[in-house]
């Protein structure tokens, strides 16, 4: 059995992680809160304006709708949406085991892949890896500094510009979409080339083009539209990986401070034992110690 003073340090140092824990949860809710009324407010917007963007990149011609080309894939970028703070459970592993398990896939197909990290998480991750390009700018963490669509549009022209000159066939977003509070859905989301809105069952063929009236012009909707319905769409993942990255943290902090409560029952029964063991031992001494006398 350990010494009092052993169980003494530990229960001082599991109820200072405690305290820790509990006031991290308490954070990561106020955060949360925050988080999902913005992704609860864009999610409708976005989701539309993506239908909208499939409806009329599936009307454009091969010239006109450059970021819904069709093309053999021999080049993948990944993008890997993560946090810059660990303590959030399986947060960021999700991600990084949903991409140990595509880029090799890929790559038995002969493609090559690359990650995109945006998240200190993903840096630390990928950087000393063969999926990492030197040539993709390094600063994806600084986008949570402040998280807003004025800086995300910058990466999402980035993104756009490797796609439309053919460094990239293929874009596909790796994220968590926030579910609630408790639960996160890892979300393998193409990003480009834009794919054609999904054919019903009951269609009669696959190839069927749906023509569509554009105002003010075919020229500005390629030019205007179609750009910032991406940068968008980056935006409402990214705001979505933000919500479930305190929900996740929150959650496991939770799950920590009632570990740290079990413990400490568990370690002060132990002391309260010991302790009652070693006054137990005294009074022996302090009897036998009597009865050598009277002898």
Not at 43 to 59: C, D, F, G, T, W
Not at 102 to 109: C, I, V, W
Not at 152 to 159: D, G
């Amino acid at each position: 059995m350990p010494s009092l003073k052993e169980v003494r340090n530990r229960i001082v140092s599991v109820n200072s992680t405690k305290q820790i824990t509990a006031a991290m949860k308490m954070v990561s809710a106020a955060k949360l809160r925050r988080a999902q009324d913005a992704v609860v407010r864009m999610r409708p917007y976005a989701e539309k304006l993506q239908q909208i963007l499939s409806n009329v990149s599936a009307s454009l011609d091969g010239n006109e709708g450059k970021y819904g080309q069709q093309r053999e894939v021999k080049k993948v970028l990944l993008v890997a949406i993560v946090s810059n703070r660990g303590l959030a459970g399986a947060f960021n592993t999700q991600v990084f085991r949903s991409i140990r398990r595509l880029a090799p896939q890929m790559e038995s197909e002969g493609k090559t892949v690359h990650v995109l990290p945006l998240g200190k998480k993903a840096m630390d991750a990928y950087r000393r890896t063969k999926y990492f390009n030197p040539a993709l700018p390094a600063d994806g963490a600084s986008l949570y500094d402040g998280l807003n669509f004025d800086k995300v549009a910058p990466k999402a022209e980035l993104i756009m510009e490797l796609f439309a000159n053919g460094t990239y066939d293929q874009v596909i977003l790796i994220y968590n979409k926030f579910k609630n509070a408790a639960v996160q859905i890892l979300s393998e989301e193409q990003f480009l080339p834009v794919l054609p809105p999904a054919v019903s069952a009951g269609s009669v063929t696959n190839k069927t083009k749906t023509d569509h009236i554009m105002e003010p012009d075919r020229a500005t909707i390629v030019r205007e539209i179609v750009p910032k319905s991406l940068k968008i769409q980056l935006y409402k993942a990214l705001l979505d990986s933000n919500a479930a990255e305190h929900g996740a943290r929150m959650t496991a902090m939770h799950k920590a401070t009632d570990n740290a409560d079990a413990l400490l029952k568990a370690l002060k029964l132990t002391y309260n034992k010991a302790r009652q063991a070693s006054i137990t031992n005294e009074i022996l001494e302090i009897v036998g110690g009597a009865e050598a006398l009277k002898g």
